[in-house]
């Protein structure tokens, strides 16, 4: 189960994941221990020099600002056949030029360094995620100057 929240542009998103076989069962409260994943849409300035998004969080280097912050959107896909691990798209919305996206293939642990032109058209809203198998997926989004749902398929599992 994953969780996104935004903190708005340009702060970024937070993600939240909890997995009873990684992170155990429930409280005796019957609430959720869900492990903090950080921002993956904020891989601090050293992020596409330095591995990805390795840098997200309590790092100095990371100055909280983010490629996107606004509406957020994330899917699960089915377990890859071979890893037994899902694909796990984000996207997160910066109206110009666009939606930001990233991907996990590690239940969220690292994201990919986040790709600011994830919309083929730019000053959009409104984004929608799904994953349909390990390495397709799927973006629709609300474009802004014709008023139009565009639809986007990945097949790399939401990298591009």
Same mark, same amino acid.
């Given at each position: ?5 935004? @903190?708005?542009? =340009? ?5 939240? @994941?909890?997995?009873?076989? $990684?992170?155990?069962?429930? *409280? +005796? *409260?019957?609430?959720?221990? %869900?492990?903090?994943? /950080?921002?993956?849409? &904020?891989? +601090?300035i050293y992020g596409f020099t330095g591995g990805g998004c390795a840098? *997200? ?11 996107? #912050? /606004? ?5 699960? *896909?089915?377990?890859? =056949? ?6 796990? =798209?984000?996207?997160? $919305?910066? $109206? ?10 590690? @239940? /969220? ?5 986040? &790709?600011? $032109?994830?919309?083929?058209? #730019? ?5 929608? &995620? ?16 014709? %008023? ?8 790399? /599992? +939401?990298?591009?």
């Amino acid at each position: 189960m994953y969780v996104v929240s935004i @903190r708005g542009v =340009p702060g970024g998103v937070d993600l939240w @994941r909890w997995n009873s076989t $990684l992170d155990g069962s429930a *409280n +005796g *409260n019957r609430t959720l221990p %869900f492990k903090y994943e /950080g921002q993956p849409d &904020n891989c +601090g300035i050293y992020g596409f020099t330095g591995g990805g998004c390795a840098k *997200n969080v309590g790092d100095p280097t990371n100055l909280g600002l983010a490629p996107g #912050g /606004g509406d957020a959107d994330i899917a699960v *896909n089915g377990p890859d =056949p071979i890893t037994h691990i899902p694909n796990l =798209p984000l996207t997160s $919305l910066l $109206l110009a030029p666009g939606v930001t996206g990233t991907h996990s293939t590690d @239940r /969220g642990d690292n994201f990919s360094p986040p &790709n600011v $032109l994830a919309a083929l058209i #730019g000053g959009d809203d409104r984004q929608w &995620n799904d994953a349909i198998d390990a390495k397709t997926g799927y973006l629709a989004y609300h474009d802004i100057g014709t %008023f139009n749902i565009d639809v986007q398929r990945s097949i790399d /599992g +939401g990298l591009t």
